[in-house]
């Protein structure tokens, strides 16, 4: 007998069970699944991504009567995402539980379509307070069957002021109902409705020193606020995760960073709740199939959303709320697996960082924001990697005649090393661009230099000695008196004396370069 098995669990789930490869039932199944079979009512706490959502949701399909087409059980969600999320699901573990019907009911959605579903029988109902409220003030749902209500992120609802509605809906049930309330956060007000809605709850905590899962490594970057958006691509830049998520705090903050992620060539949409609901079905859609690499989000995709392979969860804002960091990076490291979770700080937010590292028992180890060099030299890494893989996929010959030929007149090495500065030179444009913000505003770091800061345009190809020579030529002063130059396709710089700032520029728009018109932008000092 497996652990499943000696659960209690019926064959058909059995079945699911084994079909979606669960080995062993969690902890939090362990210990809440035989109680909640006993008929008691649970308080349940478990740590983000530990399969909370099996653990009221295979015991309460096992308790619905096939015979009987009224609702049985109600789910109440603070999402709407994850109504539909927790509705699949439990369909997905009832799928050989013939004549199980359940249906996920949420604001947003056209109420006909509700309607008609309700009319032909739904034995489970999972659903916002709000849309639920207002189906049991049309009469079109029926609560006198219920004998099982679950409340999946209750401390959120309570959050989200759901707490009226949620009463309101407890009122009109039945009051031998069984009641259980899940979550990886469980605050203090909830005891409040514990006590008056629950009836000699059982509390299931599956207790751990941290609040947050250890698989999870958790970072931090400080930045200053008008660094953030520049230290984020470096980030991405860095990491090329597959698949990630973006938090902001505000729904403005979300609009801003998908336009500007976009606009520099980012796989990035969007979520939150002033969206239509059709939009966001949409983005979830994208973001569960992976054809977008991030979803920036508000806290509304924060709580219980189980997408499969999260590798990484960005904290653009340091959240209000401790127990909101807790629930966003738990959207990564899921089931097992490992994740990321990095936070980006400013230094003013130091102190509140120290208070959450308090809440969590947990620490975020401190990290700097990649420079450039480090993101060459990790794209170096990765494309060696390709092209080991490459080689190691075979199927090469045509190629390899080719370069046969070319390797009479030039060594192996050098006709690697072109072919690699022809494909960098693409991806260095990509990679600069995103570097020129955060440098452009950065006076000379020597006291009594002057950084000058030059456009010559895409491509240029000149060699910086050389250009130091002429501009050093035409304006009279030694070369040596010259600082650093550094050239790119966008913007290219060099530091030069305050004494001689005039004469050089002076100089740089006389020395037209390969007959390119130069302008030259001086950087201010702090
Ligand atoms: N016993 C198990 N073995 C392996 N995987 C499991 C098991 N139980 C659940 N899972 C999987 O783990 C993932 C997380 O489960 P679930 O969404 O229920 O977590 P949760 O505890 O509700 O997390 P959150 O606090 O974020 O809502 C899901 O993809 C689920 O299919
Ligand atoms: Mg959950």
Redesign the pocket.
Known sequence: MNQ?ESLGISKEILKV?QE???????S??QQAIPIVYEGRDVLGQ??????????FGIPMIERISTENNSVQVLVLTPTRELAI?VAD?VKKFAKYKHGIRTLAIYGGQPIERQLKALKQGVQIVVGTPGRILDHIRRKTLKLNNISGVVM??ADQMLDMGFLEDIEAILNEMPSNRQTLM???TIPKEIEMIAQNYMTSPVTVKVTHKELTVPQITQYYFEVKPHEKLESLTRILDMEKVELGMIFSNTKRGVDELVEKLQNRGYSVEGIHGDLKQSQRDRVMKKFRDGTIDMLIATDVAA????V?DVALVINYDLPENFEYYV?RI??TG???KAGLAYTLVTPRQIRTLKMLERYIKARLIRRNVPSVNDIVEKRKEQIAASITSTIEKSGLSEYMNFIEKLAESHSSIEIGAALLKMYMKKDEIELLDTVVEIEKKKPAAKSGMVRLYFNIGKRHGINPGNLLGAIANEAGISGNSVGVIDMYDKFSFVEVPREVEKKVIKAMKKNQIKGRKISVEVAKDK
Request: negative net charge; glycine residues 16%.
């Open positions: 499943f069970i979606m490869g669960f080995e062993t039932p969690t939090i199944q478990a740590q983000t991504g530990t399969g909370k959502t099996a653990a999320q699901e999946d992120e899940f979550s990886a709580r219980g959303i189980d499969d629930h738990g959207r899921r089931a097992g």
